[in-house]
Every structure is written in structure tokens, then in C-alpha cells.
């Protein structure tokens, strides 16, 4: 079946450490997006990247970092500078053009 | 700037009671809009979507709505609610430059009771 696969579904970490946040997807599409989710605050748009290789900042790219060595991989790294890091972390693929999002389960982070 | 605003964030109706919940937009060019819903412990999925045409549209499980372009709205409906309608309800809007970026609003709370 095709999909977007994120991986923990739960993590826990200690305040300062880095962690990383793993998507993969299977649906050969071109984009992909990390946002994040907090109550009461909808889903607001971390990193994004069109192509191998090439990414952008979203709205809240603060204290994260991404990577786009291959197509089918976004992996979110949540650095110490984030400074309120537990959230709901949600990666998502679309194919260019068409429109609309397929989203992976998501990864609580919880930090401690 | 582009955003979504979505007024009620949290709604609570009794079976068969009918659904109506409000979206604004800010955008000045072409708009893409789309509603998305979460049920409980699952992956967000695509309820409708509006590209061009018609300003009605109609989505999976009952759900329909309608583009006007004159109030920046675009307001998710169903006739007659179910239990299993219990979600949170994503309204969302296609970023210029073809980047793809979806904004989201804020997200309403749906509680059905049965």
C-alpha cells in the first residue's frame, strides 16, 4: 500500500537533547512538509521541500532543521534551540500540481 | 498575507441535528480550498476539495461546501450529523507560488452526541 510512514509514534526526550523525527513515503510524490500541531492552533508549516535536495522554511522553522537527500525521505530534526518542543509533529507528500496532502500518523515528542 | 480563520472551536450536537461550520479566508488571487477531518487516533484525511466551477462541492460521508467568493467563505455542511461524525474539522488554503504549502485554520472540535 502507499503511504507516508512516520516513525516513532511516541518519543520521549530529555530537555537539550536533539531528536529526529522520521518520514518516509512510498507514493513517489515531488513535495514534502513538516507541520506542527497544537491545540487550539491548527497545523503550522515547519519545513517543506519541492525537490531532492532543496528545501524551504515555513512559518515556525525556528529550532528545527530538515534534510532531502532522497526522494522518498524528509527526515525533521527538533534541535535544543527549539524552545517548547513537545507538540504533535505531522509530515505530509503531495504530488506537484494536483493539490491536497496525503499525511502520515504523526509523532507526539514529548520533552522532559 | 494569506490565512484561514475558522470562528467555532468547539461544537456540540446531538445526532441528526444539521452541521454548519464557518471558514474565511484572506486571499487576494485564485483560491484552492480544501477541509480536511480528524477522527480520533487517525490520520488527517481529505473530506473536499474546491479548484474552479462549481462553488458547490461535495465530499465523502454526506459532507458538501460551498465557495462564496464574495464573503471569502468556504463553509463545511452536512444535513443530518452522525456519532461517528466526532472529529476535529481542518479548513485549509492553498499557498501562492505554486509551492503547494496548504494554510490551515485553527481547527473546530466536532462532539456528536448520541
Known amino acids: 500500500d502507499g503511504g507516508i510512514t512516520q516513525s516513532p509514534k511516541y518519543l520521549f526526550r530529555k530537555e537539550g537533547q536533539n531528536v529526529t523525527l522520521s518520514c518516509e513515503q512510498n507514493?513517489?510524490?515531488?513535495?514534502m512538509y513538516w507541520y506542527r500541531q497544537d491545540p487550539g492552533q491548527g497545523l503550522r508549516l515547519i519545513y517543506y521541500s519541492q525537490i531532492v535536495n532543496d528545501f524551504q522554511k515555513g512559518d515556525i522553522a525556528e529550532g528545527y532543521s530538515v534534510s532531502r537527500e532522497k526522494k522518498e525521505s524528509f527526515p525533521l530534526t527538533v534541535t535544543s534551540a527549539q524552545k517548547n518542543p513537545t507538540a504533535f509533529y505531522l509530515c505530509?507528500?503531495?504530488?506537484?500540481?494536483?493539490?491536497?496532502?496525503?499525511f502520515g500518523s504523526g509523532t507526539r515528542l514529548t520533552v522532559v | 498575507a494569506q490565512s484561514v480563520s475558522q470562528h467555532n472551536h468547539h461544537v456540540i450536537l446531538s445526532e441528526a441535528a444539521s452541521l454548519e461550520l464557518g471558514c474565511n479566508y484572506s486571499y487576494g488571487g485564485t483560491v484552492n480550498l480544501f477541509w480536511y477531518v480528524q477522527y480520533p487516533g487517525q490520520h488527517l484525511q481529505l473530506l473536499l476539495k474546491?479548484?474552479?466551477?462549481?462553488?458547490l462541492v461535495k465530499g465523502i460521508k454526506g459532507f458538501e461546501a460551498e465557495f462564496i467568493k464574495s464573503k471569502f467563505s468556504f463553509n463545511l455542511r452536512k444535513p443530518s450529523v452522525q456519532w461517528s461524525d466526532t472529529a476535529e474539522y481542518f479548513c485549509a488554503l492553498a499557498g501562492s507560488g505554486n509551492t503547494g504549502k496548504l494554510i490551515f485554520g485553527q481547527g473546530t472540535t466536532l462532539q456528536v452526541k448520541p
Open positions: 507514493l513517489n510524490h515531488d513535495a
Open positions: 505530509a507528500s503531495s504530488s506537484q500540481g494536483v493539490g491536497g496532502y496525503t
Open positions: 474546491y479548484f474552479s466551477g462549481d462553488p
